[in-house]
């Protein structure tokens, strides 16, 4: 059965940086749109990134663009969340995710694996 598995989070300051990354096992993703996903307290799941499984196309929502930036190491079956300038409002539990399927530009997870997420902690 296929695993994601998330690694990287952590608590900084805002204005910081993380990198999270996702590496996956049991399975190939190299065919596969991945994604990252993320939950605040009291809110619903929300996109962050996707990537294509060439790599050759991204997705980002708009709170992060500018800031994060996705990217896959289709050899080593990861994929990783570079967080630059970070805000208190990306305070979350991070979840990797694979495959999503990219629907009228927006990447939806329904159907794919999740990973056991990784909290992500920005202070002001």
């Known amino acids: 059965q296929a695993q994601l598995i998330e690694s990287g989070g952590g608590s900084v300051q805002a204005g910081g940086s993380l990198r999270l990354s996702c590496a996956a096992s049991?399975?190939?993703?190299?065919?596969?749109?991945w994604g990252w996903f993320r939950q605040a307290p009291g809110k619903e799941r929300e996109y962050v990134a996707a990537?294509?499984?060439?790599?050759?196309?991204?997705w980002y929502t708009d709170s992060v663009k500018g800031r994060f930036t996705i990217s896959k190491d289709s050899a080593k079956n990861t994929i990783y969340l570079q967080m630059n300038s970070l805000k208190p409002g990306d305070t979350a539990v991070y979840y990797c995710?694979?495959?999503?399927?990219?629907?009228?530009?927006?990447?939806?997870?329904?159907?794919?694996?999740w990973g056991q997420g990784t909290q992500v902690t920005v202070s002001s």
């Open positions: 995710v694979a495959p999503v399927v990219v629907i009228d530009g927006i990447p939806k997870a329904d159907y794919g694996s």
């Open positions: 049991g399975r190939t993703f190299s065919d596969v749109a």
């Open positions: 990537i294509s499984w060439s790599g050759g196309s991204t």
